[in-house]
């Protein structure tokens, strides 16, 4: 018996990491060549990772939701006779062994990738019609590129009525496929290509995992306005870039999760990781994409600093010149959709991470203050969080604490350099 190293591939041209989304094996189970055994992540794509060897999965040595750089080690795999023997097996001989080793499972049947989702979606194919060769049943993005290949794409037409009703009873994933969409005159075709197809694809595996809840607070933020509108000149003149109001609620936000840090959190299957760092992503829109940098410790700087950051990271997404490093890392995500006049959102989270927080847009309105009408400066809040790992006493606790710190700026507890 030997052991060999299963370590992370190049995922696509200048991808220099993946973060493991799911192991779709566990330690002791027997996985032969070429059988998919995680998925994997990147800003660019999804993928699956296959198994380079026949044998045993020995060790997990990366976990759900790390992120390792290409090259790195992702586990084990206990092998009869070493890497020299294993690589000799034919295909044909792989197969029958599979066939074997599997037998009637079909216990990974209806799990589908986001690759195959993907290229089901593209394609039109009806997947409950689909025969895996992977695991359980598993039907592999191979399975789907050779059923493309040969150009006998079953569709959910050619189904037995019996069989549709069943598969809708059981809400298989496959039926999120899209439908074909005929074309008027005038209309115009948009091929989704690049950010864009990333982005519906996070999107969408982020809203099929994550069982989003949300919560607003109104929160009363005259006080910063009035300190912000005193500083914003002599800041522009001295610094050189703009003092926003975006900079001090990331700051709030990063004070706030040093005292609720089950908010920095990430689902791991049968562990929540609480993160150390807090590391905030914010969105920037460039033409019709979305970018999420990240402001790496935000914690640790001031409102200056962060005033800086979001200034670089907005510049640098203008320009094409965000780098992998700029994009990854991050454990939380402000938006601050009140740029956009917005007063009322629910963002869809950020995966794997747990909460995003929708900064609104500042309203003056009238609010009663010890009985009488005063003018005030209103901006809601709106959190959404990934019920697995929160619950809404704890959210709400957040909440409140963040309203305190915001309704209490002021140059005597908020220093800005």
Known sequence: MALEKINMPQL????TEGTISTWLVKEGDQVQKYDPIAEVMTDKVNAEVPSSFGGTVKEIVAKEGDTISV?????????????????????????TAQQVHDGDDQSMKKRYSPAVLRLAQE?????????GTGKGGRITRKDVEKMIASGDIPKEADAPQQQKASRHADQVPASSAQPAVQTGAGDIEIP???????????????????????????????????????????????EGYSLTFFAFFVKAVAQALKEFPQLNSTWAGDKIIQRKDINLSIAVAKDQELFVPVI????????????????????????????QADMQGGTFTVNNTGSF?????????NAPQAAILQVES?????VIIDGMFAARDMVNLCLSLDHRVLDG?????????????????????TPIF
């Open 393 to 413: 006493l704890i959210c709400g606790q957040f909440l409140a604490r963040l309203k305190e710190i915001l309704q209490n700026v002021s140059k005597e507890n």
């Open 192 to 238: 989704v290509t690049g950010v864009r197809k990333a982005i519906a694809q996070n999107m969408v595996k982020s809203k099929q995992e994550i069982p989003h809840a949300w919560m607003m607070v109104e929160v009363d933020v005259t006080n910063l306005v009035e300190y912000r509108n005193q500083m914003k000149d002599e800041f522009k003149q001295k």
């Open 12 to 15: 696509g041209e200048s991808v």
């Open 71 to 95: 090259g790195d080690l992702m586990c084990y795999i206990e092998v009869e006779g070493g890497a020299e023997e294993n690589n000799d097996t034919k295909p044909n001989e792989e197969k």
């Open 341 to 349: 006049g917005s007063v009322q959102s629910m963002g869809v989270i």
């Open 123 to 131: 394609h039109d194919i009806d997947l409950t019609q689909v025969d």
């Open 296 to 323: 790496k410790h935000a914690d640790e700087k001031s409102i200056k600093g962060i005033a800086r950051d979001i200034t670089d990271l907005a510049t640098k997404a203008r320009n094409g010149k965000l780098t």
């Open 362 to 366: 500042i309203v003056k309105r009238p």
